[in-house]
């Protein structure tokens, strides 16, 4: 499986991005998609995950109500909508695929390059 991110930006805080993660070869309905993200200095953290073949999602407590995990699967794409975005939101967020729906980022085999989100105040 290989996965393209895109959708990263400039953006000032409480506007809104919207990031893609489109995948190509095998996928499978049983496959989960994350959303991590990574600041300078920081360990690589879980946003967010949906499953590949039905609509569950898992947030963590930092984004929750404010970034929505939606996917297209004829179009092989999920996506991540942020809104209300927070200098702290300010990463290189990554998409990746597991056979967990799980945060923990070593379940995850394949990842995208990753696009960089910066959050001004």
């Known amino acids: 499986v290989q996965l393209q991110a895109s959708g990263g930006g400039s953006v000032q805080a409480g506007g809104s991005l919207r990031l893609s993660c489109v995948a190509s070869?095998?996928?499978?309905?049983?496959?989960?998609l994350g959303w991590f993200r990574q600041a300078p200095g920081k360990e690589r953290e879980f946003v967010g995950c949906i499953r590949w073949g039905g609509y569950s999602t898992y947030y963590s407590g930092s984004v929750k109500g404010r970034f929505t995990i939606s996917r297209d699967n004829a179009k092989n794409a999920v996506y991540l909508q942020m809104n209300s975005l927070k200098p702290e939101d300010t990463a290189v967020y990554y998409c990746?695929?597991?056979?967990?729906?799980?945060?923990?980022?070593?379940?995850?085999?394949?990842w995208g390059q990753g696009t960089q989100v910066t959050v001004s105040s």
């Open positions: 990746a695929v597991s056979r967990n729906y799980d945060s923990d980022p070593r379940l995850y085999v394949y």
């Open positions: 070869g095998r996928t499978h309905s049983n496959h989960v």
